[in-house]
């Protein structure tokens, strides 16, 4: 056998922002070798298979998220997986409307009340929990219902690219001043 030994030294360089960038990318690069599988094959469109492309592409989302958060803030506080919650964080630091995204896997609450949303919010589980396990806590099912089609989410994970690579090339340019 011919060894390709990989090593984590090609991270060594890097920012911290610029690691988690490095892993969203791997993360949705994973998420759409599996979600072209299961496009071209029949029998790999399975729920199983569903909810492993779509935890792979939610937490891409919460690396990438979290790497732009801490390019602008190295000493913001992310150590949670809600992504409602980053993306807000993420919306405050970056206003600008070159940083627009419509970031995936946020919750929408309609006309619900501010009590309403924070009743909902406890019962609704976080993707890095509903994707990852079959069933919640003491094998109750997942309150909800639940459905994935993998041409179009093929579409999903195409616009994360592309608003990866535009924002990534955005965050790496310096600011100019207004004033400047």
């Known amino acids: 056998m011919n060894w390709q030994l990989i090593t984590d030294s090609?991270?060594?360089?890097?920012?911290?922002?610029?690691?988690?960038?490095e892993y969203a990318i791997a993360y949705r690069n994973a998420a759409s070798a599996m979600c072209n599988s299961m496009v071209e094959t029949q029998s790999l469109r399975t729920w199983p298979n569903a909810n492993v492309v779509?935890?792979?592409?939610?937490?891409?989302?919460?690396?990438?998220?979290?790497?732009?958060?801490l390019a602008r803030d190295p000493s913001a506080k992310i150590e949670h997986h809600f992504l409602d919650s980053l993306g807000?964080?993420?919306?405050?630091?970056?206003?600008?409307?070159?940083?627009?995204?419509?970031?995936?896997f946020r919750t929408e609450w309609g006309d619900l009340s501010e009590a309403e949303i924070q009743a909902a919010r406890k019962?609704?589980?976080?993707?890095?929990?509903?994707y990852r396990?079959?069933?919640?806590?003491?094998?109750?099912?997942?309150?909800?219902?639940?459905?994935?089609?993998?041409?179009?989410?093929m579409e999903v994970l195409d616009?994360?690219?592309?608003?990866?690579?535009?924002?990534?090339?955005?965050?790496?340019?310096?600011?100019?001043?207004?004033?400047a």
């Open 123 to 130: 019962t609704s589980p976080v993707p890095s929990m509903l």
């Open 159 to 179: 616009q994360v690219d592309r608003d990866f690579q535009r924002i990534m090339g955005h965050i790496a340019q310096p600011s100019v001043p207004a004033d």
């Open 88 to 104: 807000t964080e993420y919306k405050r630091l970056f206003s600008e409307s070159q940083f627009d995204w419509e970031i995936p």
């Open 10 to 21: 090609e991270m060594s360089n890097l920012t911290v922002s610029q690691r988690f960038f």
């Open 54 to 69: 779509l935890l792979l592409a939610a937490h891409s989302t919460e690396l990438f998220l979290k790497g732009a958060i």
């Open 133 to 153: 396990y079959p069933v919640s806590k003491g094998g109750k099912e997942w309150n909800g219902a639940f459905g994935f089609e993998a041409g179009s989410f």
